[in-house]
């Protein structure tokens, strides 16, 4: 028998919608195959496809067998879910290419050895791609109403954008998904659906496909949709996408996207991203109200997810440049160590013949983009918000020598509490 899935997920606050009010006692008296699809749209996942990608996880350490469905058909067409714009449209050999590295990250996370619980991974392009139009369109889009597609949503929000509006491609794509919802029923045996609350118009389709196609019941259940407090995506610092890919987002990179996350979120990420007991995340959510500053329910946060993605050998050496990053112990260490602990710090080279003379900090911070002028340098020191190997300096008229060095070649200049920039001297 499974263990009780849907309530860890409720406490977790990962239930959103459901297709139907009994779902959680059948998926405790019942094995389930469900599954998740994937648009792979870059050679990587990113922090974004995360929560989905652990749900299914949750769900096989219960008992049931997700699948993992790659868009390579779906991708084709691309998804106009609440988007302003058509999606870029990308070659099969592009998305296979995309495809090779999404695997490998999901094989991380999922269990794919053969048992009752085995995670499969398929790729609709290898049924959606075969499909004749003509049958297609007889035997699935007799089924679906222009009027009830309209109303969806997602489609509803483009169509009243008159200039862009949305191409018959993209309308076309929630009968794409409904279908693979079919497909892996009659393959699979698969009832279950997950995915963000954005996806509930697609799979509400497929299970009424289901039902009119085969007379059987299948299900639907989301989670929440993740929009941090400045409104950006989930998937995203700085504009910039962090990645699973540890050649786009370096495992101190990524470790660093999660010890930043802000104390109002910390306790659900959490619940939402890792396998810490409710017993342990309250106590740290109480830590983060009685001692927030010193952010132990980021480190948790930031270790769990970390060693989920790049597992334990890269999280230790990523907590170790955390923590070299921002303490005095800096200075003690050897050159190797530093090379490690600093490969992933923006850095800039500059001839050992600066120093004879002294390089004015001043200059350094506007050199390597800490600061945008002389003046907003000047500001950032006697501001305190300038260090120099973790240690604070606030004189504007301070210069680097040879003797601040670390190792004789290495100089680590930090503005604030989180940017950091590596000056080497050759």
């Not at 222009?146 to 076309?172: C, H, P, W």
């Not at 019941?217 to 699973?244: C, F, H, N, Q």
């Not at 800039?348 to 002028?373: I, W």
Request: contains cysteine.
């Amino acid at each position: 028998m499974p263990t009780d899935v849907y309530a860890e997920l409720e406490w977790r606050g990962l239930n959103y919608q459901s297709t139907d009010p009994e779902l959680g006692a059948k998926l405790s008296s019942e094995t389930f195959t469900l599954y998740c699809g994937i648009d792979p749209t870059a050679p990587s996942l990113t922090v974004g496809h995360l929560m989905q990608i652990l749900r299914l996880r949750r769900f096989q350490i219960a008992g049931h067998r997700p699948i993992a469905l790659a868009g390579g058909g779906t991708g084709l067409i691309g998804d106009p879910s609440f988007r302003a714009t058509e999606r870029p449209l990308l070659s099969k050999e592009k998305i296979e290419e995309n495809l090779s590295g999404i695997k490998l990250q999901l094989a991380r996370m999922l269990d794919f050895d053969p048992g009752a619980t085995q995670a499969i991974l398929v790729n609709n392009a290898d049924w959606l791609t075969r499909l004749k139009l003509t049958d297609f369109l007889r035997d699935i889009g007799k089924h679906f109403s222009v009027n009830a597609m309209i109303s969806k949503d997602s489609v509803r929000q483009r169509l009243e954008e008159r200039e862009q509006g949305i191409t018959y491609t993209e309308f076309s794509y929630l009968l794409m998904q409904a279908y693979d919802f079919l497909h892996l029923f009659d393959t699979h045996g698969c009832k279950l659906q997950i995915s963000g609350s954005d996806q509930w118009g697609n799979i509400t389709a497929g299970v009424e496909l289901i039902r009119k196609v085969r007379g059987e019941a299948s299900y639907g259940l989301t989670t929440p949709l993740i929009t941090l407090p400045d409104g950006r995506a989930m998937s995203k610092t700085g504009g910039e996408a962090v990645w699973l890919d540890p050649i786009l987002t370096s495992p101190y990179q990524f470790f660093q996207y999660w010890l930043n996350t802000e104390d109002s979120d910390v306790v659900q990420f959490l619940k939402f991203f890792t396998f810490l007991s409710q017993e342990r995340i309250e106590e740290l959510a109480v830590a983060v109200a009685q001692a927030p500053h010193e952010r132990a329910a980021q480190q948790a946060l930031a270790r769990d997810v970390t060693n989920l993605v790049h597992g334990e050998s890269e999280t230790a050496k990523a907590e170790a440049a955390s923590r070299a990053l921002f303490g005095e112990e800096i200075v003690s260490l050897d050159e190797a160590t530093l090379n490690e602990v600093l490969a992933n710090i923006p850095s800039s080279t500059l001839l050992r013949a600066s120093l004879k003379s002294g390089l004015g900090l001043v200059d350094a911070l506007v050199d390597t983009g800490l600061s945008s002028s002389r003046a907003e340098a000047r500001e950032h020191l006697t501001g305190g918000g300038v260090y120099i190997n973790n240690t604070r300096v606030t004189d504007a008229a301070r210069a680097i020598t040879e003797a601040d060095l670390l190792a004789g070649k290495y100089l680590l200049v930090r503005r604030g509490k989180k940017t950091h920039h590596l000056l080497r001297f050759e």
